[in-house]
């Protein structure tokens, strides 16, 4: 049996499967990510819902796993060269699970690098992007006077979506024919700024058919459906 005692965080969430990757989760547009991808690739995994409405990703126990208090996270216990790891950020646990199996990254050098700059593009700009403009547009952002910080996010969401739109124009997916973790990435994210968040007319969606079509075949794929499921909010 895998031996998880040199990580506190499994104290807080015990393991019921140690010798199964533990994931750490909730079902945020960052957090289902992982769900996604380990729906996909099919490697047997253990989901822990940390409910960040009452802060337990800042609790000691999390932050020993991710100082950075945010989720997702994941300890693998069959790491490299059999060895235990923990991990977090969205998109290296993802860049881990490819080059762990095999899978959603091309094996091409060329392409490889290709799909991880898509990845990149999603953490540095789409991510911080799409969330501000859900805080100015549905939350807080409401109560400012000043309308031009919801107006820099909005513009520069819809300029994103534009770059989006571009490299799909006669893609199904951001890499070809070739389902990735760029489009894992991306996906959560898009269906968050339209759903959740309620941005669409703001930033004119519809405006972007390609993303719209890619969306759509994005989400009707089960591990998908699957995976935006998972954690159970408990």
């Known amino acids: ?3 998880l005692s040199a990580f506190p965080i499994a ?14 989760s909730a079902p945020t547009p960052n957090g289902v990510k992982v769900s996604i991808a380990l729906e996909e690739i099919g490697l047997p995994y253990e989901p ?29 216990p069959d790491g490299p060269d059999g060895k235990p790891i923990g991990l977090f950020e969205s998109g290296a646990i993802l860049l881990y699970l490819a080059e762990k199996t095999g899978l959603l990254l ?34 807080a952002g409401r109560e400012i006077a ?10 520069e969401s819809r300029r994103l979506l534009g770059v989006l739109d571009s490299r799909l124009k006669g893609r199904k997916w951001i890499m070809g024919n070739d389902y990735t973790i760029a489009d894992i990435s991306l ?23 390609n993303v719209g079509a890619w969306l759509e075949r994005g989400l009707a794929r089960p591990a998908v459906q699957k995976g935006l499921t998972i954690p159970s909010r408990g």
């Open 1 to 3: 049996m895998a031996d």
């Open 11 to 24: 104290t807080r969430w015990p393991a019921k499967h140690p010798g199964q990757i533990q994931l750490y």
């Open 48 to 76: 822990h819902y940390v409910n960040i409405g009452k802060d337990e990703s800042w609790t000691p126990e999390f932050l020993s796993l991710n100082p950075n208090g945010k989720i997702p996270a994941i300890i693998d």
């Open 106 to 139: 091309p094996a091409d050098a060329v392409r490889r690098y290709e799909t991880i700059q898509w990845v990149f593009f999603q953490m540095a700009a789409v991510g911080p992007m799409f969330g501000q403009l859900g805080f100015f547009h549905k939350f």
């Open 146 to 155: 000043d309308k031009r910080p919801l107006e820099r996010y909005r513009d």
């Open 187 to 209: 996906l959560g994210w898009v269906r968050n700024l339209i759903g959740f968040y309620e941005a669409g007319e703001i930033v004119g969606f519809k405006d972007f058919a």
